[in-house]
T-cell receptor
Framework: AQTVTQSQPEMSVQEAETVTLSCTYD???????LFWYKQPPSRQMILVIR??????QNATENRFSVNFQKAAKSFSLKISDSQLGDTAMYFC??????????????FGTGTRLKVLA | DTGVSQDPRHKITKRGQNVTFRCDPI?????LYWYRQTLGQGPEFLTY????????KSRLLSDRFSAERPKGSFSTLEIQRTEQGDSAMYLC?????????????????FGPGTRLTVL
């Protein structure tokens, strides 16, 4: 069974600094997708970044980038130039195919990030 | 607002009562998903609809839970005889459907959730 592990329940970072959130996963599939979602307090989940497993190049989205190590099954999120608005719960997720052409997410337990002024 | 909407946002009920939640997906999305998020955990998959057909149900979805999507648009999730363990955030998500094989990718867009508290 696929599992997603986030070993850092809480983290804090000073505004404008860089922080890295860790995620490891377990799967026997060779082709899959990985995601980081952000859930601000009392607001809905939004996609931060995604990575296709067959792509060796790490995904980047503005201040957000990932370090994808397929052999180690590691998928960390780096947030550069942290902003107060980055304060949120961050979930790592693995996409598991359940029927042809669709899928469900397997989420980790989340890392609560607080950006300090 | 063209995002996923959920109603109500908060529900407090007494143990044993029935509750029903509604989800309105993004209009052009034919796929709809329900997840449950308990305190300190990530969301867990409950069920999936493609149009009006319920194609997948998690073992988490006990007999007290039922979900419908009668016309392939909005969906409802009903919990009968609620228990304190049902207290959670219930999230709805929707995505497009693309023709193709198992490697087709469709991002899921989440609604704000319905927070259920069972007293």
């Amino acid at each position: 069974a696929q599992t997603v592990t986030q070993s850092q329940p809480e983290m804090s970072v000073q505004e404008a600094e860089t922080v890295t959130l860790s995620c490891t996963y377990d799967t026997s599939e060779s082709n899959y997708y990985l995601f980081w979602y952000k859930q601000p307090p009392s607001r809905q989940m939004i996609l931060v970044i995604r990575q296709e497993a067959y792509k060796q190049q790490n995904a980047t989205e503005n201040r957000f980038s990932v370090n994808f190590q397929k052999a180690a099954k590691s998928f960390s999120l780096k947030i550069s130039d942290s902003q107060l608005g980055d304060t949120a719960m961050y979930f790592c997720a693995f996409m598991k195919f359940i029927t042809s052409g669709t899928y469900k997410y397997i989420f980790g337990t989340g890392t609560r990030l607080k950006v300090l002024a | 607002d063209t995002g996923v909407s959920q109603d109500p946002r908060h529900k407090i009920t007494k143990r044993g009562q029935n509750v029903t939640f509604r989800c309105d997906p993004i209009s052009e999305h034919n796929r709809l998903y329900w997840y449950r998020q308990t305190l300190g955990q990530g969301p867990e998959f409950l069920t999936y609809f493609q149009n009006e057909a319920q194609l997948e149900k998690s073992r988490l979805l006990s007999d007290r839970f039922s979900a419908e999507r009668p016309k392939g648009s909005f969906s409802t999730l009903e919990i009968q005889r609620t228990e304190q363990g049902d207290s959670a955030m219930y999230l709805c998500a929707s995505s497009r459907g693309l023709a193709g094989g198992p490697t087709s990718y469709n991002e899921q867009f989440f609604g704000p959730g319905t927070r259920l508290t069972v007293l």
